[in-house]
């Protein structure tokens, strides 16, 4: 009677398990979907400021004709030439700095995806694991533990690198890392994993 108690205990913890990695694969599931939305919204910000781009472009181009109508005022066109040439240099590195963090989430995205795909194997096949041996103890604490162990795996993935408490919330331009929660990043001006300069960071969301 204890052994069957025993296992009627187990198997619930076991059932569990299995609804805690389903919980977290409907999470990347979601987390996949606001990245997607990410990708899109960066998207539209680099077309606005290749219009910008454009506009500062045409600026130059009718300065150089007024220019050359009047000569007296060359000075102060130049001036103002070189201005919206700096402007248009750090337009361009917005422009650069956004599509590196689009590769990056878009990468991180995919990542997810094969997380996502990873965790739904893992469910079929302890799943299939239990239907055989339901009437095996030892079987089952396999099973058990191969289930926390994955549950940790999946957590641990997504924790701040640096205070390991936190999800990962930001992505470092220009090399990529999604390695920090948003607390951390604030003092970061370096990235802990590769120590190159970070230039922007990008905050993305998580449901």
Do not use: W
């Amino acid at each position: 009677m204890e052994s069957v108690a025993v296992q009627k205990k187990e198997i619930a913890e076991f059932q569990d398990i299995i609804k805690k990695l389903e919980d977290e694969s409907k999470s990347l599931h979601e987390c996949v979907k606001i990245q997607r939305e990410t990708i899109k919204r960066m998207g539209n910000e680099i077309k606005i400021l290749h219009y910008k781009f454009d506009t500062v472009d045409k600026d130059l181009e009718d300065l150089h004709i007024d220019s050359d109508e009047k000569r007296e005022s060359t000075a102060i066109h130049e001036e103002i030439i070189d201005t919206l040439l700096e402007e248009a240099d750090r337009k361009e590195d917005s422009i650069v700095c956004l599509k590196e963090a689009i590769i990056s989430i878009a990468e991180e995205c995919s990542s997810l995806e094969e997380s996502e795909k990873s965790l739904q194997e893992t469910i079929k096949i302890i799943l299939v694991d239990f239907e055989r041996s339901q009437s095996s103890e030892e079987v089952l604490k396999e099973a058990l533990k191969r289930c926390m162990e994955e549950e940790e795996r999946r957590r641990e993935s997504l924790m701040c690198i640096v205070c390991m408490n936190i999800e990962v919330r930001v992505v470092f331009a220009p090399c990529g890392h999604l390695i920090t929660c948003s607390d951390c990043s604030i003092r970061m001006n370096q990235c802990p994993l590769c120590r190159q300069s970070i230039s922007r960071k990008v905050n993305i969301f998580r449901q």
